[in-house]
């Protein structure tokens, strides 16, 4: 029995009333013959990055300070600048902001007006400004993060910098800045870095001063020297990437690249050069400003870390709201060959040069583009999409015909109206029934034409919980079937890929963090089983079985380490009960053996259970050795459980 139509509670009935039911045998045949396998792409596994929830400000991009320059609340004055908080009180300071900034796309500035001195009435520590960064800074003994900013005053610099645990008041890093000029009327840069001394997860950055006069303040940024090769990328949530061995890497959305409206689309031409230059945009659509550390070029940069290939989503003139039309695209148009050429152009040509001097003279290896995103949803959408696509289409392909474009109109049941290399596939189911039965979804969709991206899929919805074992399997279930139509598929990315915990906008996401911590959902180690499968050769395999939440597929791949080739085996039990499966291998050679047998098994006691900052390893893959592999197996696969059999072929 399978769980789509149980209410929660009824699920957990199901669950727990296992022990009572009759086992069911299901049989498995497997031709381990590369000849009659198929390749699955190179491309297959990879991961779909979007600035929501936080995933790059406040997350992978390891800048500690939000707001940095102070142009959250906007371009006018006076403005709002949180989530800095002001240090003193109303007769010793006044904090405002001007148009005054040295930095010529973001003319905001902090104006501090101070009224008191060492000598009068200023508190010891002086008095200024804090910023908690997003939801505290993580600070840690004996690691070294520099600070930057810029300033200027009517008087003579005297500020002190210091990290402070937020809820304690303690010092975990401290120093003093002081200028020789009287005055120091011109905005000049400071830069220190720091050692902690002391540990604490929730800290701010303050700057204070004792010194009575004005003081401006600009783009004040602390940023942690360990990041992943020096290029800003948080360690611990970059290896958790890592980990999935991602062969592509979409990006920067999903909605963020439309907005709501227009003008807050993610333009990418204000996401690169100097950070200080960087006007930073609200995300509209997931209701958050972020400062553009993470832009174009570090998503780019990010990729190429990963080994990926990055996929550029880029905004073809829609916002949610709003629609260019085709007399208007053609600036749309440009903006994209542009950032093609930023991406790969040579480093002497106009965009490509920006690049060179961003550190990266190399071109980028961008060889995908995706002509927005969820566009061609509604009739009247569709109508202006497929408009406006041919002079996104003809002017990328005349100027770069190797490069592949993605348009967001399904194929998979009716043919296109234009030419596309691949078309983008979203699916969220809410019931895990209807998730697991997706697996079938490609099966009789047209092999002529362009291939699928299944950039987007998740389970959501209460069954889904905040990311639970239920839907980890059932994505399971659907991943067998993409692979089983991998001819077609070519590409396939979960979304989405993190929440800072803090601010979770989208429910549920493979990686959970805070300022400190991380821990994948069951989701995610749904998608470490399926890393190799990209370029594996897919065997021909029959699964004989009444049930119709059970999957099962196997593929073998040679071992990049010790170039033995490994059969891996993988099954998808939705069943709440265990069943007993015969497993028949056909096609090995005579003298070829199967040794080395594992098994990996993603289970829990409940349907519903759920890794958390306390318990991070509840759902994970345990991997257990077993005592035989031969040509033909019989196992029992645990509930509601994704099994993988990894054997050595030789
Ligand atoms: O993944 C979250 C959102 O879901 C994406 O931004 C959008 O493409 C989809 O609707």
Request: glycine share 8%.
């Amino acid at each position: 029995m399978a769980y789509s139509s149980c209410t929660l509670l009824l699920i957990i009935l199901c669950f727990h009333a296992i022990e009572a039911q009759p086992l069911h045998t299901a049989k498995l045949l497997i031709n381990a013959s590369n000849k009659l396998g198929k390749q699955i792409p190179e491309t297959f596994m990879g991961v779909f990055f979007e600035e929501i929830n936080h995933a790059g400000a406040g997350g992978l991009w390891a800048e500690l300070v939000s707001n940095r320059g102070f142009e959250a609340g906007g371009k006018n004055v006076p403005s709002n600048i949180g989530p800095w908080t002001i240090i003193g009180d109303e007769s010793s300071i006044h904090v405002s902001t001007d148009q005054t900034s040295c930095f010529e796309h973001n003319k905001i500035a902090l104006k501090m007006e101070v009224n008191c001195d060492s000598s009068n009435s200023c508190p010891l520590d002086g008095i200024g400004i804090s910023n908690p960064g997003f939801w505290g800074m993580n600070i840690e003994e004996g690691k070294k993060y520099k600070v930057v900013f810029y300033v200027r005053s009517t008087s003579r610099i005297d500020l002190k910098v210091s990290f402070v645990g937020s809820n304690d008041g303690v010092k975990l890093a401290s120093t003093n800045i002081k200028g020789n000029d009287v005055n120091a009327s011109t905005w000049r840069r400071v830069e220190h870095v720091f050692e902690a001394y002391a540990t604490n997860h929730n800290s701010s950055l303050q700057i204070t001063t004792n010194e009575k006069g004005v003081v401006w303040l600009d783009q004040v940024s602390a940023m942690p020297l360990d990041t992943y090769k020096g290029h800003g990328f948080r360690n611990d949530l970059f290896e958790m990437v890592a980990a999935l061995k991602p062969r592509i890497f979409r990006f920067p959305g999903g909605c963020y690249v439309e907005g709501k409206w227009l003008r807050n689309a993610f333009r990418w031409k204000e996401t690169i050069g100097a950070w200080e230059n960087r006007p930073g945009h609200f995300g509209d659509v997931w209701g958050y400003w972020t400062d553009d550390g993470f832009g174009f070029f570090e998503g780019l940069q990010l990729a190429e870390d990963l080994n990926a290939l990055p996929i550029w989503v880029f905004n073809n003139g829609f916002s949610i709201y709003e629609q260019v039309n085709i007399s208007a695209i053609s600036p749309f148009v440009q903006e994209v060959l542009d950032g093609i050429e930023f991406a790969r152009g040579s480093p002497t040509s106009k965009w490509g040069s920006i690049r060179a001097s961003m550190g990266h003279p190399k071109p980028f290896d961008l060889r995908y583009v995706a002509v927005g995103n969820e566009e061609c949803d509604t009739q009247q959408n569709k109508f202006i999409y497929e408009g406006n696509y041919p002079k996104f289409y003809d002017a990328i392909k005349r100027a770069y015909p190797d490069i592949q474009i993605i348009t967001n109109c399904d194929a998979s049941k009716e043919p296109l109206n234009h030419p596309a290399d691949l078309y983008d596939y979203h699916q969220y189911p809410k019931s895990s029934n209807y998730m697991f039965n997706l697996a079938q979804v490609f099966d009789h969709a047209s092999r002529i034409g362009p291939k699928a991206f299944v950039s987007e899929y998740a389970m959501t919805g209460k069954e889904s919980g905040r990311g639970n074992l239920l839907a980890a399997v059932a994505e399971a279930g659907f991943l067998i079937g993409l692979e089983k139509n991998s001819d077609l598929v070519e590409m396939v990315s979960y979304a989405p890929l993190f929440v800072n915990n803090n601010d979770q906008k989208w429910n549920p996401d493979a990686i959970v963090f805070n300022s400190h911590q991380v821990y994948g959902t069951p989701s995610y180690w749904v998608l470490s089983l399926f890393k190799e499968s990209s370029g594996a050769t897919f065997l021909n395999s029959t699964l004989q079985t009444n049930s119709p939440t059970l999957a099962a597929s196997a593929i073998s791949w040679k071992d990049s380490i010790n170039g033995k080739s490994i059969l891996r085996i993988k099954v998808a039990n939705m069943e709440s009960q265990t069943v007993n499966i015969v497993i028949f291998i056909e096609g090995l050679e005579s003298s070829v053996h199967l040794s080395w047998p594992r098994k990996t098994v993603l289970t829990s006691s409940n349907p519903m259970d759920e890794n958390s900052f306390s318990n991070p390893n509840m759902v994970v893959p345990r991997e257990s050795i077993l005592d035989y592999a031969g040509k033909i197996m019989n196992f029992q696969i645990d509930p509601l459980s994704v099994t993988l059999f990894d054997m050595t072929m030789y």
